[in-house]
């Protein structure tokens, strides 16, 4: 029998979690004679109170979701992706080179294109690590984090030697040609008496991100492949005795994670700079460790906590905005959230766990 009921497990945990948080993030603001309850109230005006304010938290909770999704699935394989931020820098040259090559005569078209690109670039490059993994025993985390100093390099390299136009000095791509534009929140929503999104960087990569929740949740939970994957990762002996191949499924886990975690270059690459820049994952890849961790590797969770991310982001550029309040301080907020969410998970579960069991003996 359970220690205590799904929904705890689910709901309550993580919400108790988040209020210790906040609760230790308004001490840190305090600490810095800022006052808290003002702080929050700008956080909600800047980045839920208005839609240009909803284009830009969606914007970053669509980078959280990809990258999300990219751990989730490493983690039910018992795999720790730490490489989402390299595997989303070099799905954006996927992105920049099926933009500026392909003659696309329509977005709708080019978005097809782009997302096969950044998932095969992402995928590709996951798979070195991977195949150490399977193979040779490396550690995951280590090659993976190494992968992402090379990409960056790498990716530096292209800009400045191969695809910077002629006579720019802006380590940059050309800019996409106007077929492969992506329609902006502003474009769909928009109308001639009402404006909304304003300015806002939220485009239609957005529902992108939706579809690919729900095809983790189909290939996780509907699929041979996604029993496989969580049967390697609860127990890999058990796992070898039934016939599954830990080779397989660590190269297939990977290549699934990459390709994730690469088509968040959709969103930033095609949808937001419309060219190829550098610093585009913006340490996505890194909060999409977060995200996983919060939403419980299940894809609405990790919906639910990029949501929450995407907040923070916003949030914070708000108050960085209009207080004396450092922008780095949203770095504190997360860096809680993601110690009581991840870390020190146990120091909420273990007494809510004690406290279901004594009210189940209780009522026997």
Not at 85 to 101: R, T
Not at 333 to 338: D, E, G, N, R, T
Request: hydrophobic content about 55%; glycine content about 8%; proline content about 4%.
């Amino acid at each position: 029998m359970d220690k205590m009921p799904k929904w705890a497990d689910i709901v309550l945990i993580p919400v108790i979690s988040l209020l210790l948080a906040a609760f230790f993030s308004a001490l840190v603001i305090l600490a810095i004679g800022e006052n808290p309850l003002e702080a929050l109230k700008l956080m909600v005006d800047g980045a839920l109170m208005r839609s240009s304010g909803w284009g830009y938290t969606l914007y970053y909770a669509t980078n959280f979701m990809f990258t999300g999704l990219a751990v989730a699935v490493a983690f039910h394989a018992r795999l720790f992706n730490i490489g989402g931020e390299g595997q989303a820098m070099i799905a954006g040259l996927g992105v920049a080179l099926v933009c500026l090559y392909i003659p696309w005569p329509h977005w709708s078209l080019a978005i097809l294109g782009a997302s096969v690109g950044a998932a095969c670039f992402g995928a590709l490059w996951a798979l070195i690590p991977a195949y150490l993994q399977a193979r040779r025993g490396s550690h995951i985390v280590i090659t993976t984090i190494m992968f992402n100093f090379i990409a960056a390099a790498l990716l530096n390299y292209v800009l400045v030697e191969l695809l910077r136009p002629v006579g720019a000095m802006d380590p940059a791509s050309a800019k996409f040609p106007a077929g492969t534009h992506l329609p902006s929140f502003q474009d769909m929503f928009s109308t001639e008496t009402t404006k909304m999104f304003r300015g806002a960087p939220a485009n239609v990569s957005f529902f992108l991100a939706l579809a690919a929740c729900v095809f983790v949740w189909l290939l996780i939970w509907r699929t041979r492949l996604g029993y496989e994957i969580r049967a390697f990762g609860q127990s890999e002996s058990a796992a070898k005795y039934a016939g599954i191949s830990p080779v397989r499924i660590t190269v297939i886990a990977m290549l699934i994670s990459g390709a994730l975690a690469g088509m968040m270059a959709v969103n930033t690459t095609m949808g937001e700079s419309e060219r190829l820049i550098l610093n585009a994952t913006e340490g996505a890849g890194f909060i999409g460790i977060a995200v996983a961790l919060m939403g419980r590797n299940h894809p609405f969770g990790v919906f639910l906590a990029a949501i929450l991310f995407g907040f923070l982001y916003q949030g914070g550029a708000e108050l960085a905005l209009w207080t004396n309040i450092p922008r780095e301080l949203i770095v504190v907020i997360q860096a809680l959230v993601i110690l009581f969410t991840g870390a020190l998970d146990n120091m909420v579960r273990e007494p809510i766990e004690k406290l279901f069991i004594a009210m189940r003996r209780r009522n026997a």
